[in-house]
């Protein structure tokens, strides 16, 4: 399996899927604005609210997975990674991936309590890709 290439692919999508695990054990999936901070296949980071219904899940049960994909005309690309998903509070975690913008959703800025950063943490995956699959680990 080519990492890089993996990782590239990731890096080109717009949008992530995040998946949780809700409090009676049933997988929940969001929509996300692709990352804000990507080490390799490793680490993931996005911006959300405090008070989202994902924090409270990640709270809980932090098992997580999330999902990159690409249609073409007719190719379709996908790439899931499973890990664990931690809620990051701390003003240093906070500061390195604020955007210019972003008192859009947090009118309190870098420093309001309703903002927070959740970093995935990938431990394997699985790419599909012209009708083949393969997994991976990440080491």
């Known amino acids: 399996m080519d990492s890089k290439k993996i990782s590239d692919f990731i890096r080109k999508q717009k949008v992530a899927f995040i998946c949780s695990v809700d409090e009676e054990g049933f997988p929940n999936v969001k929509a996300m604005l692709k ?3 990507i080490s390799g296949l490793h680490q993931f980071y996005f911006s959300t609210n405090t008070s989202s219904l994902r924090v409270k899940q990640y709270m809980n049960d932090s098992r ?4 990159f994909y690409h249609k073409g005309l007719i190719k379709y690309t996908g ?17 390195m991936i604020w955007r210019r913008g972003d ?6 800025g870098v420093t309001d309590p309703d903002y927070c950063v959740l970093r995935f943490k990938a431990e ?5 890709c ?7 680990t990440i080491e």
């Open 35 to 37: 990352p804000r901070k």
């Open 64 to 67: 997580a997975c999330i999902y």
């Open 79 to 95: 790439v899931m990674l499973k890990g664990k998903m931690e809620v990051l509070t701390d003003q240093k975690t906070k500061d």
């Open 103 to 108: 008192t859009i959703f947090y009118k309190g």
């Open 124 to 128: 394997s995956g699985r790419y599909y």
């Open 130 to 136: 012209d009708l083949k699959t393969e997994s991976f």
